[in-house]
């Protein structure tokens, strides 16, 4: 069986990768829909070796689809997830809009493919923040063994999460600089170009970022426990594509740094490259940047506690942070449900 597949946001940053992930991993798709804004209708994205024709979201007939793939921004998710569900079309939203609604699935395969199944009360399922995806693929084998009391990380954003006009931004501005010429910032509120950024998205009332609190919210929810706490601090980094994350957690029981490299080196998702000589780690750009594993290295226990453990963790951002995990929702969800 196939199944008609609406993508919203084509052509942007996540919903090229989306395209070119249906088709890598084969998923059984009848018509695709390439949707966005006016501004881009009619355009062409590629699609399978030809052309998709981009349709403006707002005139298109959701009852042609069985699935969508939204990535087009939280206020676009907002209109047209509920006007689509409403037509029929399961939906999976890579936005925040509906993160934190307790009907609505917030899923990462490898962490909690079982919470799929809510989807029947909206048809909408959650795709979460990229920097949380990949923390609890990395962190769920270690929770499972020994628990976890703990988590503080430090983030390492790449810009290709902001999408394509912060792709340009970082283009630009390190061409300018390395010519010598004045910059001025626009998507980001500093120089991005040889700098770090420490704020990804709006300030929150108790100083914390938006995406900071988004990392606090969605590990509870996806792990399904109130009771982890998490202590973020979110920064963008001139990269292109790959986050990499110092993940510093406290477990319940001890756990030691062999034990963990045997899980993780045993855990879905995960690729371990941890060898304590020069290089002998996973980067964003050397490992992460296209390719779909969650990387993990520099794991050691830490020496200030007792049952502290520390990781660094890589992945690609606009991939498993998005995109992919987006699609192996789907796949589960026609595997088992639809
Ligand atoms: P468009 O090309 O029409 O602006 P990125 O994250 O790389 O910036 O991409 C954002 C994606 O979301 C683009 O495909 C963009 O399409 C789409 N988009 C943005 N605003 C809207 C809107 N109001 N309605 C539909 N699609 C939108």
């Known amino acids: ?19 070119s992930i249906l088709e ?29 024709t981009v ?47 307790a009907d609505i699935p917030l899923v990462v395969p490898e962490v909690n493919p079982d919470a799929i199944a809510q989807y029947k009360t909206r048809r909408i399922i959650a795709n979460p923040n990229c920097s949380t995806i990949q923390m609890l693929v990395a962190l769920k084998p270690i929770y499972d063994a020994v628990g976890i009391e703990r988590i503080n990380v430090c983030t390492y954003q790449a810009v290709s999460g902001t999408g394509k006009k912060a792709i340009e931004e970082l283009s630009h501005q390190t061409a300018l600089l390395l010519n010598g010429k004045p910059i001025k910032p626009e998507v980001y509120p500093k120089q991005i170009a040889f700098n770090a ?23 509870r929810k996806i792990m399904g426990d109130d009771s982890i706490q998490v202590n973020p601090t979110t920064v963008r980094v001139p ?13 319940r029981e001890k756990i030691t740094a062999e034990q963990a490299r045997d899980l993780l080196s045993r855990a879905p998702g995960v690729t371990v490259i941890d060898e304590r000589k020069p290089g002998g780690y996973p980067t964003a750009v050397t490992e992460a940047a296209g390719h779909d594993a969650v990387f993990v290295g520099r794991i050691r226990e830490d020496i200030s506690h007792p049952r502290g453990l520390n990781l660094w963790v890589v992945a690609d951002n606009v991939r498993k942070g998005a995109a992919l995990n987006s699609i192996q929702i789907a796949e589960v969800l026609v595997k088992t449900f639809i």
């Open 1 to 19: 069986r196939s199944y008609n597949v609406a993508v919203l946001g084509a052509t942007g940053a996540v919903g090229e990768t989306m395209l």
């Open 24 to 52: 890598e991993r084969n998923f059984p798709v009848g018509e695709v829909y390439a949707l966005a804004s006016s501004r881009s209708a009619g355009e062409r994205v590629e699609f399978k070796g030809s052309y998709l």
């Open 55 to 101: 349709q403006d979201v707002a005139e298109f007939d959701f009852s042609k689809a069985q699935i969508g793939l939204f990535s087009a921004g939280a206020s676009v998710s907002a209109i047209y997830a509920p006007k689509a569900a409403a037509a029929g079309c399961v939906v999976v939203d890579n936005t925040s809009c509906f993160r934190y609604e």
């Open 197 to 219: 950024l420490p704020q990804i998205d709006i300030f929150m009332d108790n100083g914390y970022t938006k995406e900071e609190m988004k990392m606090v919210w969605e590990t």
């Open 239 to 251: 990269v292109f594509y790959g986050h990499s994350e110092a993940v510093h957690i406290e477990t």
